[in-house]
């Protein structure tokens, strides 16, 4: 999975740290392909998040897995020291390295977002260090 906020803003995260979550995402699929969970259970993000994918999210690249539209978007969030309770949604990439740059633990969280049919998934987090 290629990097997107993370290498466009110099910050690469810790391999340790990295948690992908592709395997539970392609079991998520699978049971609403077979019929054992329905659409309405996975396409439910909050409307907040559908619209930062729509207004500061990146391309994802691929289609929705759920309706093959083409506006899926990545967004990232990240939580740490000194930032609301609810983290900050990353606007520009440069925003990301700033953060890197600061003391503290600071996570990052990205997901993926179709403002189409409302489907989302936490793709990865890792925490930030600066290159």
């Known amino acids: 999975m290629p990097d997107t906020v993370a290498a466009a803003s110099g910050v690469q995260p810790e ?7 592709r395997l539970v995402r392609t079991h998520v699929l699978h049971r609403l ?4 969970r329905m659409a309405d259970d996975v396409c ?4 907040e998040l559908v619209r930062a994918g729509r207004e500061v999210g990146s391309a994802a690249g691929e289609p929705c897995p759920v309706c093959q539209g083409d506006q899926l978007a990545l967004v990232s969030y990240v939580f740490g020291p000194r930032l609301p309770a609810h983290g900050r949604c ?3 990439p ?3 390295a700033k953060l890197a740059r600061r003391k503290g633990r600071f996570t990052c969280y990205e997901v993926e977002v179709c403002p189409e049919c409302r489907w ?9 260090q600066p290159c």
Do not use: F, Q
């Open 15 to 21: 391999p340790a740290s990295t948690v992908d979550y």
């Open 33 to 36: 392909k077979s019929g054992t």
């Open 94 to 96: 440069t925003e990301i």
């Open 44 to 47: 439910d993000a909050h409307p």
């Open 90 to 92: 990353i606007s520009y």
């Open 120 to 128: 989302n998934h936490l793709r990865r987090s890792y925490v930030l």
